[in-house]
């Protein structure tokens, strides 16, 4: 049935359906195939010197290959037969080091046997499957042997206590076959359905950070302490034992799968002991106090305080400590004797777990996919956030922040759980631990955690990156600078190196250390697209030019910052790259377009003379006033032939006799002749006449076609005089900032070099140290961003010229044959760089979105998504088509559209309602059209309209109200509550209108008009619109002869205050009257779903009362 070799030795074992097992003996077959000792013995089919085999001859070794071919040879031998199942045998395995042998057979056991030199022999029977066993086999790193079987479970059992541990089971599917990983503690079985893999137990160490420098842990069955502070020769500390660990539960004899530790936590309160919580998740849950001497850790220890919990036990002081009860789910405060002092309920329900909350008497609790911070003391929740599936909990050293390690996440809050970033994974977070660094900034800044296979980093403000990869798995407890501690699975002590310098940049530029940031682009490798992208994202693309080469890639980032000069060095090296053609023009045209936003004309002319955009270039002259060039440009057209441009630039420039020369030499002589005549160019017109009669044309009725004197009458065109004559826009002087010139990271910006502790002592020494050199000088900077302010562009290759003579092939006979550059005639330029643009501020709508969280602020943004999500968080809104005219009303309203002038668009110009004193900047928010004045005006009308029975209007007015009041913004508290009344009041009022409709309807149905009528009574009305409704009940009821419930109603009729005002003198004497009549009948005509005395609710589907203690 199976058979396998022995890990080490030249054994195999097989299992057959006769009921035994065998182990052969493979040694003679390895020393043949390997050449063992005895060559010159010879061996059967072994030639020697004289080319004979063995000693024998050629056809007897040919008899004996024969015979070894059809009936095997004497290379392996049975070893041991192994006789004691009673039906056959499926499997055997051998154990990876002792000598011993696990068997599984059709008879349902699992057998050990044992192996000397010279016998086997059965040791034990495990008994326990109930149908065939299919396999069996040794765990690689436990005393413990697995079996699978034709039962549809799978039994662990130990080999020294010989008993049962564990059982899984799965229904429906049969085990056939197991394997094991060498390396991981990962196993494999096979079924019916197909195959699972999965762990015996969890391998993540129990442990716990400890005061100072120190570490506790577990390893197997003793708590350790590991020093930090010890560290010597590359290790990572020094572990000494603290106490020995009893075994809980059911399992107290073996060391049972899941019996280890799983939770540690130290008293962190106490500075004079230790104290210790080991918790386990043994019999559902159990907890063991461990208290020793912090001078003699491993003298005095004392233990055997336990009990019952759920999950991790946390210390809320110096002595006292809280547990989970897992039964009742409540929170059990105790003292360090163990005696209960205190219980408290959950202030939420479904919690599971306990953790620590970072200072005295406060706890973490782990509630579905919540995490509260609950005060056990006041009985208060100081925060609460959401994080799904919460695995642990780790507190930076100052207590400042903490990481919640989620199956699939991190989530980084405050001390008062106030989310501050949330990061997302593909695989599960293992582990997780802040940066202890006493220098560099990053102390409880950098939050590093690990995966399957890599070592990450998170910072508070989102940003995350990979550091490196890992071989196997580990469990992070301490970052020191570029040192990561761990423990392994074998809870061992380890150290790795990682390259803490890209989240150190990333963390520098968040806190606006600029100083810092720029020493890190000098001295650190910071390269690769990823910080370029992360450096434009951010808004920072001037860092990224400092150690960027690339021509195109620092074109891309010049432009985003707005650097033109570096934007134009890349342009002329990205030129002389592809050539004066090709993909160079567009880099030009991008230069343009950004200089011309920048109203740098000088670069904006450069631009465009480079690219051969004649077209823009002359529109550029007209909008400049510059009139000589635009004539270069006329004159540049007419040398190329280029009828249109000859024509534009002749429009431009206002010059008739040219655009009738133009219109000539095209062929268009009518057009050329009517516009002769308008400008009053009558030689001319006379000679281009005498044109058309000679190509048998004529000039009848041409100037008929023209009407003059009217507004679409021909005039003559002049080019608008422009009103500043200047070469570029006036930009604000501004200093260059830290970021964009290395010279500005000067001693001045101080930044704490990260340095040896000894070097640290001396403040002094270290303050110099801290300064930084001169090698930040303009020599290193003009390598990156050009040593100059002033760009000159005025060499041979790059000179613009005046004389416009001498351009390249344009078809001129008269052209010299070696000028063939369309370019090399305009004037020279000079940079104007002494200025720049001033930042752009945000946008409104941006800052509108993050200075709030109402629905109404972001829609008046024109985020109508993020609005629908918060509406559906906040009040369960799924259909928004009643709130569509409300939303709207809120995105039109929040702005003003003013006219610009003529020729341009409108202004769209923000309105804000916190404006009132200054402007608020980036603190603005909008306002919004919706009011409480505008919704108490709604609650009005309804009230008007309910008055004089027109309750469709009603309807409509309190439906209107209640679809503004999710997108109206209040002042403060007291209109927030007048919010809420006004909601109560429109939905009673709702509810009475569509009552009044049912009843309405149900006229002919004495039994229902009346019920309804009774219904109407409850709604919360005001008491004048309460009197109409106790009217009309009564008469109705008394109309249907039901007297008890009429006396009822004019009773309550009679109680109104309004009952005794004069106006009312006749209503009140009907309801005496009917009072009478009814209290003298004293009879219902029939039987309501009513009850007058037993509050109730209306259904407002069906209308029918749902009395106080029923079920709706």
């Not at 020393?31 to 000792?37: A, F, Y």
């Not at 309750?951 to 809420?980: G, Y």
């Amino acid at each position: 049935m199976c058979a396998s070799f022995h890990p080490s030795e030249d054994l195999i074992v097989s299992a057959s359906l006769d009921q035994t097992v065998r182990v052969w003996d493979t040694a003679g077959l390895r020393k043949k195939q390997l050449g063992g000792p005895g060559l010159d013995e010879g061996y059967p089919g072994m030639m020697d010197v004289n080319g004979n085999r063995g000693g024998t001859s050629a056809a007897a070794a040919t008899a004996l290959n024969v015979q070894a071919e059809l009936f095997g040879t004497n290379d392996v031998v049975v070893k041991y037969v192994l006789e004691g199942h009673d039906r056959g045998v499926n499997w055997a395995a051998f154990h990876p080091t002792l000598p011993l042998l696990a068997s599984a057979a059709d008879d349902r056991q699992v057998k050990l046997w044992r192996m000397s030199e010279t016998k086997a022999w059965e040791v034990d029977t495990l008994r326990g499957h109930a149908n065939n066993v299919s396999c069996c086999l040794f765990h690689p790193k436990q005393e413990l042997v697995v079996s699978n079987s034709e039962d549809r479970s799978i039994r662990v059992w130990d080999v020294s206590k010989r008993v049962g541990v564990q059982t899984f089971r799965r229904e429906g599917d049969r085990f056939w076959i197991l394997a094991a990983h060498r390396s991981q503690n990962l196993l494999a079985a096979g079924h019916d359905s197909g195959m699972i893999v999965f762990k015996l137990e969890r391998e993540r160490p129990a442990s716990a950070h400890g005061p100072g420098d120190k570490l506790y842990y577990v390893r197997g069955r003793e708590l350790f302490c590991h020093d930090y502070s010890r560290a010597t020769g590359g290790s990572s500390g020094v572990d000494v034992p603290i106490a020995s660990l009893r075994r809980v539960g059911q399992q107290a004899q073996t060391d049972g799968i899941g019996s280890g530790p799983r939770f540690l936590s130290y008293n962190m309160h106490n500075p004079t002991e230790g104290n210790i919580l080991v918790c386990s998740e043994v019999d559902g849950g159990c907890y063991e106090l461990i208290t020793f001497s912090l001078t003699n850790a491993g003298g005095s220890v004392t233990d055997g305080k336990r009990g019952s919990c759920l999950g991790p036990g946390v210390f809320l002081g110096r002595n006292r400590f809280a547990v989970l009860d897992r039964h009742k789910r409540e929170i059990v405060v105790k003292n360090l004797n163990n005696e209960t002092t205190k219980r408290v309920s959950a202030p939420v329900p479904n919690v599971d777990c306990l953790y620590d909350g970072g200072a005295s008497g406060r706890i973490i609790l782990r509630a579905d996919d919540r995490a509260v911070l609950f005060e056990v003391q006041s009985r208060r929740v100081i925060g609460e956030l959401t994080a799904p599936k919460i695995k642990n909990v780790v507190w930076s050293p100052d207590g400042s922040k903490v990481a919640l390690l989620c199956k699939y996440g991190v989530v980084i809050a405050n001390r008062q759980l106030e989310q501050l970033c949330s990061i997302s994974d593909t695989v599960r977070i293992k582990s997780g631990a802040w940066d202890v660094s006493p220098t560099g900034g990053t102390n409880s800044n950098l939050f590093v955690y690990t995966t399957l296979h890599h070592v990450k980093y998170c910072l508070p403000t989102g940003d995350t990156g990979t550091i490196r990869t890992l071989d196997n798995p580990i469990y992070a407890t301490r970052v020191v600078k570029d040192s990561l501690f761990c423990l392994d699975r074998e809870a061992r002590s380890r150290v790795i190196s990682i390259d803490t310098t890209e989240a150190r940049f990333k963390l520098a530029l968040a806190n606006k250390k600029y100083g810092q940031v720029m020493h890190m682009v000098k001295h650190s490798r910071l390269c690769g697209r990823a910080i370029v992208a992360y450096l434009q994202s951010k808004g920072f693309p001037e860092v990224a030019l400092h150690f960027v080469r690339d021509p195109q890639t620092r074109f891309r980032l010049a432009l985003a910052c707005g650097n033109i000069e570096a934007a134009m060095e890349s342009a002329f090296s990205l030129e002389q790259q592809q050539g004066a053609d090709g993909k160079s023009r567009d880099v030009w045209g991008e230069l343009g377009s950004e200089a011309l936003r920048q109203g740098n004309h000088q670069v904006v002319e450069m631009s465009y003379q480079r690219k051969k955009d004649f077209d823009r270039l002359s529109f550029l002259y007209m909008l400049t006033g510059d009139n000589e060039k635009l004539r270069k440009m006329l004159k540049i057209s007419n040398m190329r032939n280029d009828i249109m441009g000859r024509y534009h630039n002749a429009l431009l420039l206002g010059d008739a006799a040219e655009r009738v020369a133009v219109l000539e030499a095209s062929g268009n002589l009518p057009l050329a002749y009517i516009s002769a005549n308008l400008h009053g160019l009558d030689e001319v017109a006379e000679r281009i006449k005498v044109a058309i009669e000679t190509q048998e044309g004529s000039v009848e009725g041409l100037m008929e076609k023209v009407p003059v004197g009217t507004k679409k009458g021909g005039r003559l065109l002049q080019p608008p005089t422009p009103i500043v004559r200047a070469s570029n826009w006036p930009t604000l002087e501004i200093k260059k900032t830290t970021l964009e010139d290395l010279s500005a990271a000067d001693a001045g910006d101080e930044y704490e070099e990260e340095s040896a502790p000894a070097a640290a002592a001396d403040t002094g020494a270290s303050a110099g140290a801290a300064a930084w050199d001169d090698d930040f000088g303009m020599e290193d900077a003009g390598a990156g961003i050009g040593g100059d302010d002033d760009f000159d562009l005025g060499d041979d290759d790059m000179g613009w010229g005046d004389d416009l003579d001498g351009l390249g092939d344009i078809g001129g006979d008269d052209i010299a044959p070696d000028q063939v550059d369309d370019m090399a005639a305009f004037n020279e330029i000079s940079g104007d760089v002494g200025f720049q643009m001033p930042p752009a501020g945000r946008p409104p709508a941006g800052c509108w979105v993050a200075n709030s969280s109402h629905a109404a602020d972001h829609m008046a943004a024109g985020g109508a998504s993020s609005a629908m999500q918060l509406l559906h968080r906040q009040i369960a809104a799924s259909d928004f088509s009643n709130l569509k005219g409300s939303m709207l009303g809120c995105y039109l309203g929040s702005t003003v559209s003013l006219p610009g002038v003529p020729g341009s668009g409108s202004m769209i110009v923000p309105l804000m309602r916190n404006d009132a004193t200054v402007h608020p900047g980036n603190d603005s928010l909008p306002r919004t059209s919706s009011t409480m004045r505008s919704l108490v005006t709604g609650v009005r009308m309804g009230y008007k309209y309910f008055q004089t029975g027109k309750f469709n209007e009603a309807r409509n007015a309190f439906t209107e109200v209640l679809s503004q009041i999710p997108l109206t913004v209040t002042d403060n508290r007291s209109q927030a509550n007048e919010m809420k009344e006004m909601l109560e009041i429109c939905r009673e009022y709702i509810t009475a209108i569509r009552l009044k409709e049912a009843i309405t309807a149900a006229g002919a149905d004495p039994v229902r008009s009346t019920e309804l009528s009774a219904y109407f009574t409850h709604c919360n009305l005001q008491p004048v619109h309460l009197l109409l409704a106790l009217r009309s009940a009564m008469g109705t009821a008394f109309k249907h002869k039901n007297f008890i419930v009429a006396a009822s109603f004019a009773r309550r009729l009679l109680e109104l205050p309004d009952m005794r005002s004069e106006r009312n003198a006749d209503l009140r004497m009907k309801a005496t009257k009917v009072l009478q009549r009814s209290e003298q009948m004293a009879r219902n005509e029939h039987t309501l779903n009513y009850k007058e005395n037993t509050a109730f609710s209306i259904d407002c589907k069906d209308f029918v009362p749902v009395y106080t203690g029923e079920e709706c």
